[in-house]
Every structure is written in structure tokens, then in C-alpha cells.
């Protein structure tokens, strides 16, 4: 649970849907939470290339995030280490988490998983031990009703 | 999407670590999944279906009790353990905000790399 993982069905070949992954260009496209235009982006899309994002929130603050692609694998998987450098979640700060995006052609174009994982340290280590992502969050799930 | 954040202090930090630490323990979920079904359960009654025993039971009781998710009170000689939901539900709080981050940014991304789809089939270079 100390991971996200989002599902999207989207109608563009997995070859398209990976250059929006990777590309300076594609990720000015869509990265940030905010219906706002990223400031600045930077991506060496190869193992050990570096990546560089930032983006303004609707409260004017901008905030920075990088790291770097540890796998590359055109036009199916993308791993990238991911920190805030600038602005971001305050308790995030210098913790490094892992993003990995998976592509499957699908008839309809492409199904994207996108896992943003190792989010908390301590206790994704412990995840990665026991595997109790999907557990854990029907038991948050179900608290989170009371 | 962070402004809201920044009142949150170092204490809120590290609580939020105590409390991913504590729910990163199997036999521990087991527990408060079972207080989540059977709140106020008395401590022996809470390790009975456990292969592992009472002192055992009793040092993840004192981790849940140290992230403040769960609460003892002692009435003669059973204590009774109750579930306290505030911390789940700031654990709670601080993934939505990652989900929204990416849930909104995915919105983008499926627009964008639709257009660059139609566009290159406008362009003949169709599947």
C-alpha cells in the first residue's frame, strides 16, 4: 500500500502511448496534477539517463521532480527512480521512489500499468517481502468507511 | 495540490512512517482486520486464532498502540483492545494525494497520445 498502481485502456499503439512516457516533449504533455501547463522538462530516455520535470500547481507554486531511467525497454516498460527535488510532498523529500510504466498492445491500442511504488521506505521493504499491497488496502479501505 | 500539506510538521512525518511501519507486518493487518470485525476484544481472546503466542500477540498490540492505531484499557484483569481509526485514515489521505497526481496526469496522457495516434494516421501511417 505504500505504492500506487493505476490501469488506463488508451486508443494509440504502445509505441506512441511509450514516446509520451519518455520524451521531453510528451511528458510537457501531461506530468502534474493541475490542468496547467508544465514549466520545464528534460528526458535522456536510455538506461542511466536522466530526467528532470517541473511543474506549477493552481497555488503558484512550482515543483521540481527527477531521477532517472534504470529500464528502457521500447516500446513495453519504463522503471525510472523518481524525487521530489523541489516543492513536493514535505515528507518526501530525498526519498527515492520507483516508477514503473508497463505497456500491452491491446486491440483497442494500448493498456498502461503504471506502478509508483517505495513510497514510505520502511514499510515498502516490507511490501516487497510479503506482497500485502492488495490486502492492506481493502483493510485501509474498509477503516477509511467507519 | 500541496499547499494544503505544508502546515504539516516533522510530528506528522514521522507518524505517518510509525504508522506504515506498523501496517507492514502481516500478523498485524490480521489483528486489526479482526478488530475491524470484533471491536473490544480482550487481549487473549484477540491472540487466540494466532499460531504464535500471547507474548508474541503482545509486542505487535504495543507497536499498533505506539502508531496509535489501536487503544488498551484495563478492567480488572482483561484488557480490551479497540481499533483507532485517525491514523489508517491520514495513512489513507496521503496515498489519495499521490493517486490524484497520477490519476490526473493519466487524463492528460490518454489525450495527448490519442491525438498523436489520430494524427498519425492522418499522416498514412496508420497501423
Redesign the interface.
Known amino acids: 500500500?505504500?505504492s500506487?498502481i493505476?490501469i488506463?485502456r488508451?486508443?494509440?499503439?504502445p509505441a506512441?502511448?511509450f514516446?509520451?512516457?519518455s520524451t521531453a516533449e510528451?511528458i510537457t504533455?501531461?506530468?502534474?496534477?493541475?490542468?496547467l501547463p508544465v514549466v520545464s522538462a528534460q528526458a535522456d530516455p536510455r538506461v542511466d539517463g536522466r530526467f528532470q520535470v517541473r511543474f506549477r500547481?493552481?497555488?503558484g507554486?512550482e515543483?521540481e521532480c527527477a531521477g532517472q531511467f534504470l529500464e528502457v525497454v521500447r516500446p513495453e516498460r519504463i522503471v525510472m527512480s523518481w524525487e521530489w527535488t523541489s516543492?513536493?510532498?514535505?515528507?518526501e523529500r530525498e526519498r527515492v521512489s520507483r516508477l514503473e510504466m508497463r505497456l500491452r498492445a491491446v486491440d483497442s491500442?494500448?493498456e498502461?500499468t503504471?506502478v509508483?511504488s517505495a513510497?514510505?521506505d520502511?514499510?515498502s521493504a516490507?511490501?516487497h517481502e510479503?506482497g500485502?499491497e492488495g490486502?492492506?488496502d481493502k483493510?485501509?479501505?474498509?477503516?477509511?468507511r467507519? | 495540490?500541496?499547499?494544503i500539506?505544508?502546515y504539516?510538521v516533522n510530528y506528522?512525518?514521522q507518524h505517518?512512517?510509525r504508522t506504515?511501519?506498523a501496517?507492514?507486518?502481516?500478523t498485524r493487518?490480521a489483528i486489526?482486520?479482526r478488530l475491524?470485525r470484533e471491536d473490544g476484544l480482550s487481549v487473549s481472546a484477540l491472540a487466540e486464532p494466532f499460531a504464535i503466542k500471547l507474548p508474541a500477540v503482545m509486542k505487535h498490540l504495543d507497536v499498533l498502540s505506539d502508531a496509535g492505531l489501536i487503544n488498551r484499557s484495563k478492567t480488572g484483569r482483561t484488557v480490551t483492545v479497540k481499533?483507532s481509526?485517525d491514523p489508517?485514515?491520514k495513512?489513507?489521505d496521503w496515498?489519495r494525494?499521490?493517486?490524484?497526481?497520477?490519476?490526473?496526469?493519466?487524463d492528460?496522457?490518454?489525450?495527448?497520445?490519442?491525438s498523436?495516434?489520430a494524427e498519425?494516421r492522418r499522416k498514412g501511417r496508420g497501423?
Open positions: 500500500m505504500t500506487v493505476h488506463r488508451i486508443a494509440a499503439r506512441i502511448v514516446e509520451a512516457l510528451g504533455s501531461w506530468w502534474g496534477p493541475d490542468d500547481t493552481r497555488d507554486q515543483h516543492g513536493g510532498e514535505p515528507g491500442g494500448t498502461l503504471l509508483h513510497l514510505r520502511e514499510a516490507r511490501s510479503r500485502w490486502a492492506l483493510l485501509v479501505r474498509n477503516f477509511a467507519h | 495540490m500541496f499547499s500539506l505544508h504539516m506528522e512525518d505517518l512512517d506504515f511501519a501496517l507492514g507486518d502481516p493487518r486489526l482486520a475491524e481499533v481509526t489508517i485514515r495513512a489513507m496515498l494525494r499521490y493517486e490524484r497526481f497520477w490519476s490526473s496526469s493519466l492528460r496522457l490518454v489525450t495527448y497520445a490519442e498523436k495516434e498519425a497501423k
